[in-house]
Nanobody, 125 residues
C-alpha cells in the first residue's frame, strides 16, 4: 500500500512536509513510476497538486502551489515527499499520493494506478 503521512494542523505561513511510502507488496515497486500528489478540500473535487517522474528530474505543479510546494523522491527509500511552505488556509485538504501508470509524471488522475489513504492538512490561525 501507499502510506501518506505528515499531515496535521498548521498556521498560515507555516511549513509541513508530507511523505508517501510504499509498503507491503508495493515495497520497492514505485521507483520506476511517476508519482503524484492530489488533494481534496471539503465540498470540492480532488485536484492535482504536484507530480514527479521516476528519476526525479521532471516535476509539475498546480498554479496554486507553484513556488510554495516542492515534490521530491528518494527511490532508495521508496518514498516521495511534498514540502509545503507558506501555507494558506485554502491549502486545507486531504492530501493523497498516487503511483503513476508509467515512468512519466502527469496531472490527470487517470494516469495513476493506485492511491494512498490520504493525510489531512488543516491550515488555520
Amino acid at each position: 500500500q501507499l502510506q501518506a503521512s505528515g499531515g496535521g494542523l498548521a498556521q498560515p505561513g507555516d511549513s509541513l512536509t508530507l511523505s508517501c511510502a510504499a509498503s507491503g507488496r508495493y515495497r520497492g515497486t514505485i521507483s520506476n513510476n511517476g508519482m503524484g500528489w492530489f488533494r481534496q478540500a471539503p465540498g470540492k473535487e480532488r485536484e492535482f497538486v504536484a507530480s514527479i517522474d521516476w528519476r526525479g528530474t521532471l516535476t509539475d505543479y498546480a498554479d496554486s502551489v507553484k513556488d510554495r510546494f516542492t515534490i521530491s523522491r528518494d527511490n532508495a527509500r521508496n518514498t516521495v515527499y511534498l514540502r509545503m511552505s507558506s501555507l494558506k488556509p485554502e491549502d486545507t485538504a486531504i492530501y493523497y499520493c498516487a503511483k503513476g501508470r508509467s515512468a512519466a509524471s502527469g496531472s490527470r488522475p487517470d494516469t495513476y494506478q493506485s492511491w494512498g489513504q490520504g493525510t489531512l492538512v488543516t491550515v488555520s490561525s
